[in-house]
Each structure stands twice: as structure tokens, then as C-alpha cells.
């Protein structure tokens, strides 16, 4: 009988393996951005979120903060260059200065605002139970704010019945990642800080499928109601 202890490691693997790719989704969207020289609709939040919420993690899998964490340090770190990579692109391609400006100091507050909450939690909270405590929460706080970001993104899919702006890829491991982290904390090791968000990770990723199924037809309509270019 596989302990459980075998099962959590597997299903972290799993998980690495399933955050990664949810991390590369969107190399086809911004391969498009590349192509077309500009970023149109596409919005930057997913990927703002994304990074602030692998920098909190990456906080929290330190050994100092939350031992025996490797396999939430070693993907989150990953992430978090990707992200970096991306939201780079992002500002090659923005369409205004203004957007680019916007884009910028929001991620140097992130970066600023990690760096500070690891400095302090690190120097005035002596307990490691304690700092487990503290920076779980923020990193509960970054989660919500990575699943939480393709709201507006749904929301322009309700009002125009189209889901040309809600890559598949991102929403299908969006899904997959909220499952295998919220199973991940549930054995073993009960982890709070985990199952929290990527249990609503989970219910979010469900509802980006559902609307991608109700709107698929739809959106291939207006697609083939185009004008031909001359």
C-alpha cells in the first residue's frame, strides 16, 4: 500500500509538471502578440498575477519560512521567470506609453512588495511556525489574485459571446492546476494555505471550460462573418 507520504510527492510532481505547462500556455498567445506587433485586447493581469503569486510562493517554499517545501520552491521559481519573460514582451508589444507605464510600476510594486514581506517576516518574526503563518496568508491572497484574474476576461466573453481573448490552454490548466495542488494539500500534510486557493482555483477553472463550451460555436460564427482582406 503506497504510504501516504509516496502519494503526496507523486501528486506534487504531478503538479509541477501540470503548473508548468499552465505557466507556458500562453507561449501561443504571445508568439500571436509577436506576429502581429501589438497586444490588442489581451490583458496583462493573468500574467501580473501569476508573477506576484510564484514570488509569495517562492517566500513560502524557502526553508527558512516553510521547510520541506521543495516542490512548491522549484516550480514557483520557474514560474516566476516565465512570467517575468512574458509581461517583458508585454511591454515591447503595448500599443501606448501610458500602458506600458501602468504595466511597469505595477510590476516593480510587486517585486518591491515580496522583497519587503520576506525581509521583515524574516527579521522580526522569529518563529518558523509563525512565518509559516504570516506568509501562507499573503501567499493565499496572491492565489486568489492569479485564479481571480481572468474574471474581466470571462466577463468580456458573456457580453460579446466570444472567447477569442480566453486562450483554452490557459483556462484547461488553470482547471487542472487548482485539482492536483488542492489534492496535493489534502494528503498527508493538511495544508490550508494550499486548498484554499486552488480549491477556488478549481471552481474558476471549471467555469473558464464551461464558458468556452457555450460560446465556442459562437465565437467561430463571428470569426467566419469577418471582411476578407484585400
Known amino acids: 500500500m503506497i504510504s501516504a507520504t509516496i502519494a503526496r510527492t507523486v501528486v506534487g510532481i504531478i503538479g509541477n509538471i501540470i503548473s508548468l505547462i499552465l505557466f507556458l500556455s500562453p507561449v501561443k ?5 509577436c506576429k502581429k506587433g501589438s497586444v490588442e485586447q489581451f490583458s496583462a493581469m493573468p500574467y501580473l498575477a ?9 517566500l513560502y517554499g524557502l526553508p527558512v519560512f516553510h521547510p520541506k517545501s521543495i516542490l512548491v520552491l522549484t516550480i514557483n521559481g520557474s514560474g516566476f521567470v516565465i512570467e517575468l519573460v512574458f509581461l ?24 518591491g512588495f ?3 514581506v520576506g525581509l521583515l517576516v524574516g527579521t522580526l518574526v522569529k518563529s518558523v511556525k509563525q512565518r509559516t503563518t504570516v506568509i501562507g496568508s499573503v501567499c493565499m491572497l496572491g492565489c486568489f489574485l492569479m485564479y481571480a484574474a481572468p474574471l474581466s476576461v ?17 483556462s484547461l490548466f488553470s482547471f487542472l492546476n487548482g485539482l492536483c495542488w488542492a489534492s496535493y494539500a489534502l ?11 486552488n480549491g ?13 463550451a457555450t460560446y465556442y460555436k459562437s465565437t467561430k460564427a463571428q470569426e467566419s462573418e469577418l471582411p476578407v482582406k484585400q
Open 29 to 33: 498567445t504571445f508568439a500571436k502578440i
Open 114 to 116: 515580496v522583497g519587503v
Open 187 to 197: 494528503i498527508g500534510q493538511f495544508d490550508p494555505y494550499l486548498l484554499a486557493p
Open 50 to 58: 501569476t508573477m506576484f503569486n510564484c514570488g509569495m510562493w517562492i
Open 88 to 111: 517583458v514582451l508585454y511591454l515591447v508589444y503595448s500599443d501606448t506609453t501610458k500602458q506600458r507605464v501602468k504595466i511597469g510600476c505595477i510590476m516593480g510594486g510587486e517585486l
Open 200 to 212: 477556488l482555483g478549481l471552481l474558476l477553472g471549471t467555469a473558464q471550460l464551461i464558458l468556452y
Open 154 to 170: 470571462m466577463r468580456m466573453v458573456i457580453r460579446t459571446k466570444s472567447v477569442k481573448y480566453m486562450p483554452f490552454l490557459l
